[in-house]
C-alpha cells in the first residue's frame, strides 16, 4: 500500500447493540459461506466511497467535516431486510429517505467543492445506501444458497445517524478514524424550523 497517502472512507454507523447484531451476521455468513470480507470493517453506510487522502492533510479533512457536521440535526435511518447485488453482495437494506438521500448528495458536493474529492463511479449513478453483510468473496454457489436463506428473513432497525465517522484503512482492516458529530436536534432546529 502507498504510504504516501491513506485509503480513506465517510460513513454512517449505528449504535453499538445493532453493530454488535449485524456483526454476528457477518459472522455467519463466515463460518456458513466462507465469506470473511464484510468483518474487515465496522457495520456501516458508505456516504462518501473509499478515496485516497495524504495524511498530511488530515486536518484540513477533518475541518471540512467538522464545518460540513455542524450545521446538521441527526438523520433518521431506516433499515428493513435483506437485498442483494447479485452475483457477490448481500446486505441490510436501507431505506432511501429523503433527509438520508439529502445528506449523501449534500456531503459529496460539499468534499468536491472544498477538497477536491470526487468517485467518478458514484456521479455515474443513483446513491443506494446499503449496509454489508457479506461481500466481494462469495463465491456464486454460496451466493445462490445464502440468498435463499436471507431473502426474506425479516430485519427491522431504526436509529439516529447522529454523526459522521471517517473511517481508514490499516492494510487489511478499516478502522474508526475520527467522529463528527451533528448538533442536537434542538440546536439544529433553531435555524431549520422547517424541518
Known amino acids: 500500500m502507498n504510504m504516501s497517502s491513506r485509503l480513506l472512507l465517510i460513513a454512517l454507523l449505528p449504535p453499538q447493540d ?8 457477518k ?25 485516497q487522502w495524504p495524511p498530511d492533510r488530515l486536518p484540513a479533512l477533518g475541518e471540512c467535516l467538522s464545518v460540513f457536521a455542524q450545521p446538521r440535526a441527526p438523520v433518521p ?10 452475483p457477490r453482495v448481500i446486505y441490510i437494506n436501507v431505506l432511501k429517505s429523503p433527509a438520508l438521500l439529502t445528506l449523501q448528495a449534500e456531503l459529496m458536493a460539499h468534499l468536491e467543492t472544498e477538497l477536491s474529492i470526487t468517485d467518478p463511479k458514484s456521479k455515474g449513478r443513483p446513491y443506494s445506501p446499503h449496509m454489508t453483510a457479506a461481500s466481494k468473496d462469495l463465491s456464486k454457489q454460496n451466493f445462490k444458497a445464502a440468498w435463499a436463506e436471507f431473502r426474506d428473513r ?12 471517517l473511517l481508514t ?6 478502522d474508526i478514524c475520527a467522529e463528527f458529530p451533528f448538533p442536537p436536534a434542538s440546536q439544529a432546529d433553531a435555524g431549520n424550523a422547517a424541518l
Open 18 to 25: 445493532f453493530q454488535d447484531r449485524v456483526t454476528g451476521i
Open 27 to 51: 459472522q455467519h455468513f463466515a463460518d456458513t459461506y466462507s465469506s470473511r470480507a464484510a468483518l474487515k470493517s465496522p457495520p456501516h453506510i458508505t456516504l462518501q466511497p473509499p478515496f
Open 77 to 86: 435511518v431506516l433499515l428493513s431486510g435483506f437485498a442483494a447485488f447479485p
Open 154 to 165: 425479516p430485519l427491522e432497525y431504526n436509529f439516529m445517524a447522529g454523526e459522521l465517522t
Open 169 to 174: 484503512h490499516n492494510g487489511s482492516r478499516w
